[in-house]
């Protein structure tokens, strides 16, 4: 997968809105501050892509991020600090909801979770959304360099030790800062994007209709 190509495309504002010819997307959510637009610019090796999601009027979208061949990273919107109406939150939250239920491209969920505070609501709802859908669920600890390596090993194993009764889910340490778990999680990027349903389909269209 190349990350590196990785080009904004479109804001959508709801599920109807996003685009069509997506064959495989991941998504990733997190709390506003939890470390998700450095994540997505050193994934992608690029420094300020992501900051295309936090200009004024794109906040609240979904973001898509081209890589190749109608593969995307798509930035969701976060929030927990941001002080926005009820109503406004309520909103978003049901977008949010219906994405992550309906989405046909969506083919797994990236979490992003401050390693000095996980399992704040918002993990929780994202992770419950997952498990509904049953939709693969990666973590990323962020900010990992925050705390000692102890510390930051024993929180891995106690997320890892709750993640072990879901079917799909997975967390590792992250850090934009020290680019720690880079490759790792360009790895189950990769994995997901290229999964081989897709590749069947791929297969199936050379080869023509089956009889
Ligand atoms: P977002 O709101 O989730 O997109 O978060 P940002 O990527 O904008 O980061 C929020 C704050 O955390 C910023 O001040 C970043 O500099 C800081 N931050 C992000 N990643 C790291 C990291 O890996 N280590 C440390 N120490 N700080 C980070």
Same mark, same amino acid.
């Given at each position: 997968m190349n990350f590196n190509q990785a080009q904004f495309v479109v804001s959508a504002a709801n599920l109807k809105a996003c685009p069509l +010819?997506?064959?495989?997307e991941v998504a990733f959510a997190g709390?506003?501050?939890?470390? #998700?637009?450095s994540a997505i610019n050193t994934i992608t090796g690029q420094n300020r892509l992501a900051r295309i999601s #936090?200009?004024?009027?794109r906040t609240q979208l979904i973001n898509f991020f081209a890589l190749n061949e109608g593969r995307h990273l798509v930035d969701l919107p976060?929030?927990?600090f941001a002080k926005v109406p009820l109503k406004v939150k309520d909103k978003w939250q049901r977008e949010l909801e219906q994405y992550l239920r309906q989405r +046909?491209?969506?083919?797994?969920? /990236?979490?992003l979770s401050d390693i000095r505070h996980p399992r704040k609501e918002f993990d929780r709802m994202m992770i419950d959304w997952a498990v509904q859908? +049953?939709?693969?669920?990666? /973590?990323?600890l962020t900010k990992s360099d925050k705390l000692k390596r102890g510390a930051a090993q024993n929180t891995l194993l106690s997320v890892q030790k709750e993640l072990a009764a879901?079917?799909?889910g997975s967390v590792q340490l992250f850090s934009s800062l020290k680019n720690v778990g880079v490759d790792e999680a360009r790895a189950k990027l990769s994995d997901w994007l290229s999964s081989p349903?897709? /590749? +069947?389909?791929?297969?199936n269209e050379a080869e023509g209709p089956a009889e």
């Amino acid at each position: 997968m190349n990350f590196n190509q990785a080009q904004f495309v479109v804001s959508a504002a709801n599920l109807k809105a996003c685009p069509l +010819d997506s064959l495989a997307e991941v998504a990733f959510a997190g709390r506003s501050n939890a470390g #998700k637009s450095s994540a997505i610019n050193t994934i992608t090796g690029q420094n300020r892509l992501a900051r295309i999601s #936090k200009t004024p009027g794109r906040t609240q979208l979904i973001n898509f991020f081209a890589l190749n061949e109608g593969r995307h990273l798509v930035d969701l919107p976060g929030y927990g600090f941001a002080k926005v109406p009820l109503k406004v939150k309520d909103k978003w939250q049901r977008e949010l909801e219906q994405y992550l239920r309906q989405r +046909d491209a969506l083919v797994g969920l /990236i979490l992003l979770s401050d390693i000095r505070h996980p399992r704040k609501e918002f993990d929780r709802m994202m992770i419950d959304w997952a498990v509904q859908s +049953d939709l693969p669920l990666h /973590i990323l600890l962020t900010k990992s360099d925050k705390l000692k390596r102890g510390a930051a090993q024993n929180t891995l194993l106690s997320v890892q030790k709750e993640l072990a009764a879901l079917d799909n889910g997975s967390v590792q340490l992250f850090s934009s800062l020290k680019n720690v778990g880079v490759d790792e999680a360009r790895a189950k990027l990769s994995d997901w994007l290229s999964s081989p349903n897709m /590749i +069947d389909e791929v297969e199936n269209e050379a080869e023509g209709p089956a009889e």
